[in-house]
């Protein structure tokens, strides 16, 4: 493929993205980034349609070519599909107020971090790091597929420590619901205001030249 090629296919992908035009009414940027990472935004309106273990595949794959320190992938998704009883136990872990829309969702995940090392069990101060790109991996892949895909620190670590059996040298991330976007209006009023994909602090204020100060 030459380079007038690679431009074009980049350019057809940048259509492409089920979030295009909902994304470009309320973000603005003076150096747009490629529309996978752009029109990726986390909505909470999801259908309570299922989506196939295939599907969820496709996620996780994402997820698993994500970089690491040391090539070491400490992260770990513990899922369940929506109307089985595993979904039950994940979502028993939510708080209250997310549980109001969560509960359209097709597949919940919890994202939990080995704390060491495989190969020589030393001690990774990345584990988290690495984790968070594994998580982003995936919510591009599914925004990119049309999901809803959203991250929450929204529950009981814990509880969820206990109740899924997570041993120790383990780190409990994140949860995150995977589903069929519907339209605004399924959700609650008070959600329905929130309902729109977010800004972004200025650039400026998230670089440091050097220093700190």
């Known amino acids: 493929m030459n380079g007038k090629e690679v431009l074009l296919s980049h350019h057809s992908e940048e259509l492409a993205h089920p979030f ?6 309320s973000r603005h940027s003076s ?30 794959e994402a997820a698993r070519w994500a970089p690491s320190a040391s ?3 400490p992260w770990i998704f513990i899922y369940a ?15 209250p107020s997310n549980q109001i829309w969560v509960k359209n969702g097709a597949v919940l ?22 984790t968070g790109a594994a998580w982003m991996a995936l919510a591009l892949q ?27 040298g383990y780190t409990v991330e994140a949860m995150i ?11 609650p009023p008070d959600f329905q205001s929130k309902e729109f994909p977010s800004s972004r602090k200025a650039i400026e204020t998230i670089m440091k030249k050097g220093t700190f100060t």
Not at 20 to 25: D, H, I, K, L, T
Not at 81 to 92: A, I, S, Y
Not at 111 to 120: G, R
Not at 160 to 168: F, G, M, S
């Open 142 to 168: 599914g925004s990119f597929l049309g999901y809803v895909v959203h991250g929450m620190e929204g529950f009981n670590y814990e509880k969820a420590t206990k109740n899924l059996q997570i041993p120790e």
């Open 81 to 95: 599909h929506r109307e089985t009883p595993e979904w039950d136990t994940l979502f028993e872990l939510l708080l």
């Open 20 to 25: 295009r035009e909902e994304v470009s009414q």
């Open 177 to 187: 619901v995977v589903g069929k976007k519907a339209p605004k209006e399924k959700l």
């Open 109 to 130: 995940l919890l994202l939990i971090s080995k704390n060491h090392f495989y190969h020589n069990g030393k001690s990774s101060r990345t584990h988290s790091f690495d």
């Open 71 to 73: 090539n070491n992938q």
């Open 31 to 60: 150096y747009p980034p490629h529309s996978l990472i752009y029109h990726r935004w986390s909505p909470r309106s999801m259908s309570g349609e299922k989506i196939t273990q295939e599907e969820l595949l496709h996620l996780i």
